[in-house]
């Protein structure tokens, strides 16, 4: 049986999710405030945990980004808050879905599936990758960033990496065309239908993780590539050492 931590102030609302994740199968947890919602998050190992952004004791991004220091648990936010600001914040502190309230049950139902679905497999394949990474050594393990497609990983300079589905289907789109400029809408499609928040400044902040996990130094990218009013571009090693 999967977990699910529900971290949400409005007694109310965190009941009715209960209730209703409980009668579709999943051992639910609550929490009424963050402090708490930490304590469980140790103490129960949720599987998925959905997050209110207006909590008592603080702001639910500022608790995403601690609850990402030590856990790679998937986060789905769940908020009144409608401004894409709001929405960037929240990926940048890194939750992986965000769901606007009034919302369908059957979606969040939805939506927590394909999270937990998508961390199991992750999870899995790492697993099993873990044990092929020693076999790579000497330069190419040092420089080499690739992507292990058949199951979902990539490589960097030889250690395994974790990325979010959208993330995985750019770096994806990037390795497969060398040095051809993507212009933002480019990647939009590349991802739609997998990026349920999906947006030019959604594109902005993927980016941005991508390069933190690929880049030696993400503050002046050697890979992935700003072309300045039009879009990204991903870089060859040999290139980006060679500084073209």
Not at 2 to 27: A, F, P, T, W
Request: negative net charge.
């Amino acid at each position: 049986m999967y977990k699910i931590l529900v971290v949400e102030d409005d007694v109310m609302m965190s009941d009715m999710l209960s209730m209703y994740l409980s009668g579709e199968g999943y051992e639910v947890h609550q929490a009424f405030d963050g402090a708490t919602g930490v304590k469980l998050l140790e103490a129960v190992t949720p599987d998925l945990v959905l997050l209110d952004l207006m909590l008592p004791d603080g702001d639910g991004t500022d608790l995403c980004k601690r609850i990402r220091q030590f856990s790679s648990v998937p986060i789905m936010v769940v908020s009144m808050k409608t401004d894409v600001s709001e929405r960037v914040q929240a990926l940048r502190a890194g939750a992986d879905d965000y769901l606007c309230k009034p919302f369908s049950m059957h979606e969040l139902s939805a939506r927590s599936e394909a999270l937990i679905r998508r961390a199991q497999l992750i999870h899995s394949q790492m697993g099993a990758a873990a044990a092929k990474a020693p076999q790579e050594t000497g330069k190419e393990a040092e420089t080499a960033i690739r992507l292990d497609t058949e199951r979902r990983l990539l490589l960097v300079r030889g250690q395994l990496v974790e990325t979010t589905f959208s993330e995985f289907e750019l770096m994806k789109l990037f390795l497969a065309h060398p040095g051809k400029v993507f212009s933002r809408e480019d990647l939009i499609n590349a991802i739609r239908g997998f990026d349920s928040f999906v947006t030019d400044r959604a594109i902005d902040v993927h980016i941005v993780n991508l390069r933190r996990k690929v880049e030696n130094n993400p503050k002046e990218p050697k890979y992935i590539r700003t072309v300045w009013g039009v879009g990204y571009k991903y870089v060859q090693e040999n290139s980006a050492r060679s500084g073209s």
